[in-house]
C-alpha cells in the first residue's frame, strides 16, 4: 500500500505525519491528495471519522510551501467549533512552515478579526456569516487572489437548513477568484452533487468510498423504542448503566432544541451525571470552554444539538445517544458519525417513540442497513420513572423563571442587529421566504399531479379501442407556475 511519500507529498510533511501517528493514508487521502496535487478540483465523499480533513490540509500545504503568500487558502465550515478543529490540523501539520491561520467565526472580537485579516495570514478558516459580514464592511483585506476555496461539509454550507447560508456564499464567491483550486468534502455529498458541482469546474475529480453501508463498520447501531413520555427515564437508565459497565467513558447526547438541551442538561446534572452542554443560545466563550472540558473528560457527557453533529473528532467517544430520532437520514449519519472514528469501535443508541418510526425506516433504507433493538430491563426503568420526571419538571420550572425563551428571542434580535440587519425586516424576509418555498412546493406537487394524470390518461387509452376522431388536446388542467 503507498505512504504519503508515494503520493507527491515532500519529506517534510511526510516526517509531519510520521511525528502525528499517521503511518498509512487512509482511502480518502489516496484517491484524492494526488489528484489535488495534480492542480484538479476535488469533491471527495468518505464516511465520517475517515480523514477528510488530512486529505485537503496537507497537499494545500505542500502548495503553499512552494509558493507562499497571504491570503492563500480559504477554508468554509457551517460550524464555530469546527473552524477552530480545522485550524489546528493546519497549525499542527504546517509547523515547520511558520503558517499564520485565522479565525473568522461569529460570537468573537469583529474588530481583532478585521486586524488578523488585514496581516495577510495564508490559510483563513471562515463560518460564512461573519466572514461575508467583514467582506461587506471592510476593504482592508482581500480573498480575490486565492489559491485554494475549500468548503468543508459541503453539503450543510449548501443547504437551506435552519442557519441559511445562500446569501452569505453569495457575497463569498463574488469575491474570490475564478481562477482557484476548490475541494469540496462530507460523508453526505451525493445529495447535493448537482450543485456542488457548478462550484467544481477545474477539471473536477470526484472520490466516493464504495462500500455496502453507509456508516462505519466498527460502530454498534441500535434504537430503543420507548413511550414519548417515559424518555427521559430511560436516557437516565442508559447512562447508568454504562457509567456502571465502563470505568473510562464518554457520551454524546444529541438532541432536537436548544431548549430541550439545557433542561436535560439541568435534569442529568442532578443526577450527578458530569454533563455540559453545547448549543447556539451559548456564548461563544462557553461554547468553547464546555467543548474543552469535555474533550479533556473533565466532563463525561456532552448534551448538543445539532450544533456539535457534523465533523467534530473527539476519539475518546464511545457512545451517540440520539435523544430524539433525527428528521433526516443525513443528520443521523453525521450524529452516530462522532464516535467510532478512525478505525476505533463505537455505539449509538437512538430512542425512538411511536411516532418516529417511519424516520426510522428512513435511516436504515438511506445508511443501507437494518438497527438492531437495544434491550433493557424495563422494571429497572420503572423504578426511576417518577424521580425523573419529579426532577424533570423542577428543572422546567426553574428554566422557565429564568426566561429562556424569551432570552431567546432578545438573542436572535441582538445577532441580526449585530449583522447589520434589521430585525423586523428580516422576520418580514422569512415570512415571504417562507410563503414562496410553499408556492414552490405546491406547484411542484400540481406538475406531479398533473403528469401523473396524463400518464394514467395514456395507458387508459391504450387499453382501449382507438377513437374515431382522437382528441386534440390534453384532459389535464393548465399548470400555473410559481409566483
Ligand atoms: N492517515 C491517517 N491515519 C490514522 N489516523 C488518521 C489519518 N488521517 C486522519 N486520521 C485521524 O482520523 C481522525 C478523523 O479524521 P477527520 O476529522 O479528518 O475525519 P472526517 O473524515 O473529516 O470526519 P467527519 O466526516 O466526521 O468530519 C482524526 O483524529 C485524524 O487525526
Redesign the pocket.
Known sequence: MPGFAELGLSSWLVEQ?RQ???????P??LGCIPAILEGRDCLGC?????????AFVLPILQKLSEDPYGIFCLVLTPTRELAYQIAE?FRVLGKPLGLKDCIIVGGMDMVAQALELSRKPHVVIATPGRLADHLRSSNTFSIKKIRFLVM??ADRLLEQGCTDFTMDLEVILAAVPAQRQTLL???TLTDTLKELQGLATNQPFFWEAQAPVRTVEQLDQRYLLVPEKVKDAYLVHLIQNFQDEHEDWSIIIFTNTCKTCQILCMMLRKFNFPTVALHSMMKQKERFAALAKFKSSIYRILIATDVAS????I?AVQLVINHNTPGLPKIYI?RV??TA??GRQGQAITLVTQYDIHLVHAIEEQIKKKLEEFSVEEAEVLQILTQVNVVRRECEIKLEAANFDEKKEINKRKQLILEGKDPDLEAKRKAELAKIKQKNRRFKEQVEHTLQRQKANRAGQRGRPPRARPEAHSASAPIQGPA
Do not use: I
Not at 502525528?20 to 487512509?26: F, M
Not at 457534523?310 to 473528532?313: E, I
Open positions: 505525519c502525528l501517528g499517521l503511518k498509512q493514508p487512509t480518502v487521502q468518505a464516511k465520517t471519522g475517515s480523514g477528510k480533513t488530512a490540523q468543508d461539509e468534502f462530507s460523508a457534523r465533523g467534530l473528532d476519539p453525521h458519525g462522532r472514528r478512525a
